[in-house]
């Protein structure tokens, strides 16, 4: 399954003054939107995962995932935060963004936005023909500092998720 991994990647510059939530509201660069999320097993077979994000205004993001497919999602969010915690792909004068998807999981895309020393990750979930986007974390490159339930998500999943050989344990920060 992980073999099959593919990452997308596509560099884009633009300015990114914040960031639009799914009613239009728009967060200021400097503010990270307060995001909650809960992660639970639907009880019904097949089994599935229930993945519920909201923010203080109550916007939700929803999606029911197999298996199958969080283990693509941790996929994504471990080459997503390697990239994120690199200098690789860096804008100096400009943000640059890369996309992370997996090639048979169209309802995941992590976007790394990376200028001068911060990283931000904004998670987008496909459900319907209808996306969402969240920003989901970020990242001051030099000291390490990370923010976000982008960090909780995959920790979870890490924890609750049977390691593969493709994936060995993360090492420590």
Same mark, same amino acid.
């Given at each position: 399954?992980?073999?099959?991994?593919?990452? *997308?990647?596509?560099?884009?510059?633009?300015?990114?003054?914040? %960031?639009?939530?799914?009613?239009?509201?728009? =967060?200021?660069?400097?503010? *990270? $939107?307060?995001?909650?999320?809960?992660?639970?097993?639907?009880?019904? $077979?097949?089994?599935? &995962?229930?993945?519920?994000?909201?923010?203080?205004?109550?916007?939700? %993001?929803? &999606?029911?995932? +197999? %298996?199958?497919? !969080?283990?693509?999602? /941790?996929?994504?969010?471990?080459?997503?935060?390697?990239?994120?915690?690199?200098?690789?792909?860096?804008?100096?004068?400009?943000? *640059?963004?890369?996309?992370?998807?997996?090639?048979?999981?169209?309802?995941?895309?992590?976007?790394?936005?990376?200028?001068?020393?911060?990283? /931000?990750? &904004?998670?987008?979930?496909?459900?319907?023909?209808? +996306?969402?986007?969240?920003?989901?974390?970020?990242? %001051?490159?030099?000291?390490?500092?990370? +923010?976000?339930?982008? =960090?909780?998500?995959? +920790?979870?999943?890490?924890?609750? !998720?049977?390691?593969? #050989?493709?994936? $060995?344990?993360? $090492? #420590?920060?």
């Amino acid at each position: 399954m992980l073999a099959s991994f593919a990452m *997308l990647c596509t560099a884009a510059t633009g300015q990114v003054a914040g %960031i639009e939530n799914q009613t239009g509201a728009t =967060f200021p660069a400097g503010q *990270l $939107p307060d995001f909650t999320f809960t992660l639970t097993r639907v009880p019904e $077979p097949p089994v599935r &995962y229930s993945l519920v994000i909201s923010d203080s205004d109550e916007h939700v %993001i929803s &999606y029911a995932f +197999s %298996i199958t497919q !969080l283990e693509s999602l /941790r996929a994504v969010l471990l080459e997503a935060e390697k990239f994120a915690f690199s200098e690789e792909g860096v804008g100096t004068k400009e943000p *640059l963004t890369t996309r992370f998807q997996d090639g048979r999981e169209q309802a995941v895309i992590v976007d790394v936005e990376k200028f001068g020393n911060l990283s /931000r990750l &904004y998670l987008t979930l496909t459900v319907d023909a209808s +996306s969402q986007t969240a920003e989901a974390g970020r990242i %001051i490159r030099t000291t390490r500092r990370e +923010s976000g339930f982008f =960090f909780d998500l995959l +920790s979870r999943l890490e924890a609750m !998720l049977p390691k593969s #050989p493709a994936n $060995p344990a993360k $090492p #420590p920060r």
